[in-house]
C-alpha cells in the first residue's frame, strides 16, 4: 500500500475513534467504559453475532434439505389420500381437474 493509502485508512480510523468517543461522551458511558474496552466489547458482539447467524443458516438449511426429502411421499400421501376421499364420496362434489399439491 502506498503511503497516501496508508495515510488515508489513519483519517478514516481516527475519524469513526471521534465518533465514537462524542457518542460515548453523549451517553456517559465514560463512568463505566473505557475507549479500548467498549471498541473490544463490540468487537465481541459482532463476532458472536456473526457465529449465531452462520449456524442459524446452516440449521435453516439442514432443516429445508429435511423437508425436501420429504415433499415427494407427502405430496403422493396427501393426493392418495385426497383421491380416495373424492371416489368414496367423502368430499362434497367432484374432484377438480388437475389438482395437485406441493
Not at 415427494?72 to 373424492?86: H, Q
Request: net charge negative; hydrophobic share 45%.
Amino acid at each position: 500500500m502506498s503511503l497516501d493509502g496508508k495515510i488515508f485508512v489513519e483519517l478514516i480510523a481516527l475519524t469513526y475513534l471521534s465518533h465514537v468517543k462524542m457518542k460515548m461522551q453523549d451517553a456517559g458511558l465514560f463512568t463505566k467504559w473505557t475507549l479500548q474496552g467498549l471498541l473490544d466489547e463490540l468487537d465481541a458482539i459482532v463476532m458472536m453475532s456473526r457465529l449465531l447467524q452462520q449456524t442459524l443458516v446452516e440449521a435453516a438449511r439442514e432443516f429445508f434439505v429435511d423437508v425436501m426429502d420429504y415433499q415427494e411421499p407427502l405430496r403422493i400421501m396427501l393426493e392418495t389420500s385426497l383421491n380416495k376421499k373424492f371416489e368414496c364420496g367423502v368430499v362434497g362434489g367432484s374432484k377438480p381437474s388437475g389438482l395437485t399439491f406441493l
